[in-house]
C-alpha cells in the first residue's frame, strides 16, 4: 500500500487535469507518514515483475501494474479509509478533511479510468531519447536502485531539501483557498513528522529487493547498505 499511496501523489501533479487536485495531495502526504511504515511495505503482495530493457519500458509495465491495483474497487476504499483515519488525528480540521477526501478521491479515480501507460510514462520524461538507459542485466538495475535510495536518503537530510519540499506544500496550500491559513499551520505542525517517517522507511526497508531490483544473493547486501546508509 505504501508504494501506491506515493505513486497516487505523483500521479496528482502529472494527471494535469483535475480540477483542485493539489488540495488533496498535502492528506495524501499525511496519510502516508502514518499509514505506511517498512513492515507493511516489506509484507506487501508484490508479485514479481520482469525486468525489460529501457528505462521506458520499464516505466510502462510498473504504472499498467499501478493501474490495474487502483481499478479495483477495494483499493478505492483502503484509500479513502487511510485518509478518513488521517482526517481524525487533525480535530480542529476533521469534517472539512473528511469532505475534502470524499470529494476529491472519487474524480482521482475517474482520472485514473483515462491514464495510459505510455502516455503517463511520456508525461513524466521516462521515454525521451535520453532516458533510454540501458539495463543490460539485472546487477546494474541494483546499482542504480541502491544509488537511488542512497541519493533520497542523503537529499531528506539536507535542510535546504527539506525547505523545498515545505514551500512547495504551502503553494498547495494557497490553492485550498479559504483554508490555506489552517493547511499551512498543518504544514509547519507535521512536516518534520513526515520527513521523519520518510527517512526511516528508506533507512529501514530492503526497497531494493521488494521492487526486485536486485537479486536474492544481493540480499545480504543491500541489508547491510541500508544499516550503514
Known sequence: MCWMTSWFSQILFFSGTMEGRMGLLFL????????????????????????????????????????????ENKTETEIISILHNTCHQLPSFK???????????????????????????????????IAHISLKVQEDSCEFCKDTVSTLLEKLKESDTKLEIIETLL?????????????????????????????????????????????????????AFLSVS
Open 171 to 223: 503553494k498547495v496550500c494557497n490553492s485550498v483557498e479559504k483554508y490555506a491559513n489552517k493547511c499551512k499551520r498543518m504544514v509547519f505542525e507535521y512536516g518534520p513528522l513526515i520527513f521523519d517517517h520518510a527517512e526511516k522507511i528508506l533507512e529501514t526497508t530492503d526497497i531494493c529487493n521488494i521492487i526486485h531490483a536486485c537479486k536474492s544473493s544481493d540480499v545480504a547486501g543491500q541489508q
Open 28 to 71: 495524501v502526504v499525511l496519510g502516508a507518514a502514518w499509514a505506511c511504515d517498512a513492515r507493511e511495505l516489506a509484507n506487501s503482495e508484490t508479485s514479481e515483475l520482469s525486468i525489460k530493457p529501457d528505462v521506458c519500458a520499464l516505466c510502462e509495465e510498473y504504472i499498467t501494474k499501478a493501474l490495474d491495483y487502483l481499478h
Open 95 to 129: 469534517q472539512k478533511c473528511v469532505a475534502l477526501v470524499d470529494y476529491y478521491v472519487p474524480l482521482f479515480f475517474s482520472e485514473v479510468a483515462t491514464i495510459q501507460p505510455g502516455e503517463f510514462c511520456h508525461k513524466v520524461n521516462l521515454c525521451q531519447d
